[in-house]
């Protein structure tokens, strides 16, 4: 049976309509006003903007790091993204050093196989090209992972040196793909960090302290520049500061496909979360690390003005009682991540519309439309058009909201966000023509999500 969503307001990222929805199947058939019901499920939208579901481009799910493992998997993390109004998500897969690529993806895949209740994507993590590693990335692109994270931070473990990043860069010149960059200068950071530790400087605050925001900068810079020598577009990922957000926009400025992302932490925490007594600043314990509040005007003025084209959020939960612990009286051992996949779209809503921040268009724009186009989804996904998967939030602007761990779905003991009062929530979300969130009532079932195979030269390259 047909569905047909009436009486709504169709919000995508250039337009704002009075129209109708008319879904066939696991597809959106028409946009228009007037579409007659003719024996359609007919969902009242009356008050409601039709928005197409959010994409949460840059999520750790049960993923192995610093000692332990990201708290959510692939069932609790995917559920709670669609209490949020997020309905597909790229996650990472971790090469290991020494392995194939193909190995992470499968070991991902299985993670994922019975678990997934929304759509999922994967980037794949290099840590090592080796003999094989640039025909392993053009295989990953035949597998529709269409984009690579490679990191200039935490030496020892997920660094990768220039020499990798340049060839890995150009790898992507010739398949399409894209790099995505943990830009921080980690051998600088180390020695800063191995300093602290040696004067007794223990305490989670000195997580940020040691992480100054030109080691970002200098990296994003240098990531840019190997991307101009490559002839290949870069995405930086989690920007955190205005020191680095200025070697983005000066790139933009010259012509140069450079992209940034930042996350909801970035624009409304500062480092002030990190001296909460009792331990409690590992709650905020995530790299780069939260920055001075001078930061965060500058970030929200970038994503206004397309300096910064997405916001993700670097969803990589640990439980403070049991996960954050391991680093008690020693920053280094605090487990690096922070929880966020459920209240992405609620944030930015209430802090970027209601605050005058970002048009409601900016909104859809940032939080859906611009990642799918980056990462090779659209307008499959990201868009309410003829054609596209029927993956729709109707978002109740009036809804009032209060952010907390004893009601959120994410499998984590703490919420970053305890407390906020936010207006606008999800009130029904659709994944491909499917109801699996009414009114904070779960009817999605485990294992319904599907791999999205997503496709190279996607929005970077135009
Ligand atoms: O602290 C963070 N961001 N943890 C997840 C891994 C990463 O660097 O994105
Ligand atoms: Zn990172
Ligand atoms: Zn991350």
Redesign the pocket.
Known sequence: MNTLIQNGTVVTSTSTTKADVLIDGETIREVRAGIPAAGANVIDATGLYVIPGGIDC?T?LDMP?GGTTSADDFETGTRAAAFGGTTSLVDFAIQARGTRMRDALDTWWKKAEGRACIDYGLHMIVTDLGQCGLEDMDDMVREGVASFKL?M??PNVLMVDDATIFKALSQTAKNGALICM?AENGSVIDVIVARAIAEGKTAPVYHALTRPTRAEAEAVHRAIAMSEIAGAPVYI??LSSEDALNQVREARDRGVPAFAETCPQYLLLSIEELERPNFEGAKYV??PPLREKQNLPKLWKGLKHDHLQVVST?H?PFCFEDQKILGKDDFTKIP???PGIENRLQLMYHYGVNQDQLSLNRFVEITSTAPARIFGMYPRKGEIAAGSDADIVLWDPNAVYTISAKTHHMRVDYSMFEGYEVTGNARTVMSRGEVIVDRGQWLGKAGRGRYLRRAARGGAWK
């Open positions: 840059h750790h790091f990191f931070a935490y943990h990922v989690h995530f790299t670097d990589c690096n991540g922070g």
